[in-house]
C-alpha cells in the first residue's frame, strides 16, 4: 500500500491516508507528482487541505514517515516530526536533540531499565525505577542521583 500526507497551507500533516500501489504505478511512479494528482481526483481534502505527497511507511523516502503534526519541508523533500519541547533543536539530520545529551547509563541492578523522561522545566533527565524512587542524570560524572522522592 502506498501512502500521502495531506498538507495543510503551512506544511503541516493533517491526515495521512493508503492508496493502492496498482493506482500508483500506473500515474507517474513513486513520488510523482502526477501520483499525487492523481490520488487527489477521488480523495478530496478535508476543510483545510491544500496538497498531497507520498509517505514511505518504512522510511524508504522524506526521511520518516509522515505523522498527523508533521512538517514536509519542501526545500530538503523530508518530513520532520513535531518539536517535542521548546528548548530542543535539530541537528544536522533534522533530528530534535535535547540541550542535555541523552543518559549514557540505562539500567541499574540486575540490568532493569529506567524509564526516562525529558523534564522540560528543569532542563534535564529524570529517570525512574521499578519501584519508582526519582533519580536525575549528572551528566558530569556519568550517573544518577535520587533525588528523595
Excluded at 507517474?28 to 477521488?42: D, I, Q
Excluded at 520532520?80 to 549514557?104: E, H, K, R
Excluded at 540486575?110 to 519501584?131: H, S, V
Aim: glycine share 8%; hydrophobic share 35%.
Amino acid at each position: 500500500m502506498a501512502h500521502f500526507a495531506e498538507l495543510n497551507s503551512s506544511n503541516i500533516v493533517i491526515r495521512v491516508l493508503t492508496a493502492c500501489n496498482q493506482d500508483i504505478a500506473t500515474h507517474g511512479g513513486e513520488l510523482s507528482e502526477e501520483a499525487a494528482n492523481y490520488f487527489g481526483t477521488y480523495t478530496p481534502f478535508s476543510e483545510n487541505g491544500v496538497k498531497w505527497i507520498q509517505t514511505s511507511y518504512n522510511n524508504n523516502f522524506r526521511k520518516q514517515y509522515a505523522g498527523v503534526g508533521c512538517t514536509f519541508d519542501s526545500t530538503k523533500n523530508k518530513f520532520i516530526l513535531p518539536q517535542p519541547f521548546t528548548s530542543w533543536s535539530l541537528d544536522a539530520n533534522d533530528d530534535w536533540q535535547a540541550p542535555v545529551a541523552y543518559p549514557t547509563v540505562i539500567t541499574y541492578g540486575d540490568n532493569a531499565g529506567y524509564f526516562i523522561y525529558w523534564d522540560e522545566a528543569g532542563q534535564r533527565w529524570t529517570g525512574k525505577d521499578d519501584q519508582n524512587n526519582e533519580f536525575l542524570w549528572i551528566p558530569e560524572s556519568l550517573s544518577w542521583i535520587a533525588t528523595g522522592n
